[in-house]
């Protein structure tokens, strides 16, 4: 049986689905990887999976440039003939299944989140709304990453309830994200905010929380880490962040492919998002990685966290709460925000493990 798993970015196959593939492979099925090419193309090679790249504009709304990327899809598809395409991210879920249906393959969705367009209302939001829900009629099973998006698109209609169930985010590697023997301590405390510099992020009011904090403490670091000038309308400009950065409020990592090492080396993650998130991967790295962590209390981020227990949730928008569980957690003993960390990775293995999701599309798989 042929197996093609989709996305937008060769770059997202590569940190977020290698291993679903490599256990595709492992259970005798044969694996095509499809998306865009970038930088991450050579590396995917290197894996030994059949490759190809297709047109895709991940950002752009124009309807011919969509039209193109589905005719892209359905001549790829009668050339290899898949038997099931997993399907990732929003232009694969709906210009792949509607190619698909045309060619009568079998299609698993993945709707990890739904981003700029859920949060900022519009006519494209309307657009993207109709288009989930003419493609979605003919997939043949859809994943959501967290109860909420599962509950809007079941009691609005735009899917079918039948074809639907809720995966734990896209699971994490707990052998990989483990953790560490800490290093000797400095004295400073660091907070990290790993993400897309985009504004809903939360980013400014990581920054203005960071402000308030470091006006009574003088040993504690606010870091950065995430790709700039991302093609996004909410991108944060590179000229702000080293503006933050010349005034001694943050220190700016620039992007990395090793994330792993820079959680090592903070003290607790931090992601005051009010995007609309499916499950945020850094969230589930940390805290299998034993890492504290502060979130808000929004969609796919408040799942990851019981609060006070594993971390702490604050309030969307709001830097002074923030800063309160910042510094809540800075006045923790050191044996305080381990206990933390070990019950935030006992959830992870028990609820999050990327086993489990790995274990559900082999199910969905050999059902289909």
Known sequence: MKIVICSNTAWSIFNFRLNLARNLKKEGFEVVLVSPSDEKYSKILEEEFEYYGIFMNNKGTNPFEDLKTTFEFYKLYKKIKPDVVLNFTIKPNIYGTIACDWLNIKTINNIAGLGYLFVHHNIVTKLAKYLYKYSQQKASKIFFQNREDYKLFTTTKLVDINKCDILPGSGVDT?????????????????????????????????????????????????????????????????????????????????????????????CIVLPSYYREGTPRVLLEASSMEKPIITTNNVGCRDVVDHKETGYICEIKNPKHLAKKMEKMLNL?????????????????????????????LNAIQEL
């Open 175 to 267: 052998e990989k994200f483990r953790p560490q023997k800490k290093e000797k301590k400095d004295g400073i405390f660091r907070f990290l905010l790993i993400a897309r510099m985009i504004w809903d992020k939360g980013i400014d009011e990581y920054v203005r929380a960071a402000k308030i904090i470091k006006a009574k403490y003088n040993t504690v670091e606010f870091l950065l880490l995430g790709e700039t000038n991302v093609d996004n309308p909410n991108s944060i400009p590179r000229e702000e962040i080293l503006k933050w950065e010349e005034e001694n409020i943050i220190k700016y990592l620039g992007s990395s492919d090793n994330v792993k090492e820079e959680i090592e080396k903070a003290d």
């Open 333 to 361: 003993t050191e044996e305080e925000r381990e206990i933390m960390g070990k019950k935030g990775r006992e959830k992870i293995l028990k609820e999050y493990d990327e086993k489990i999701v790995i274990q559900k599309y």
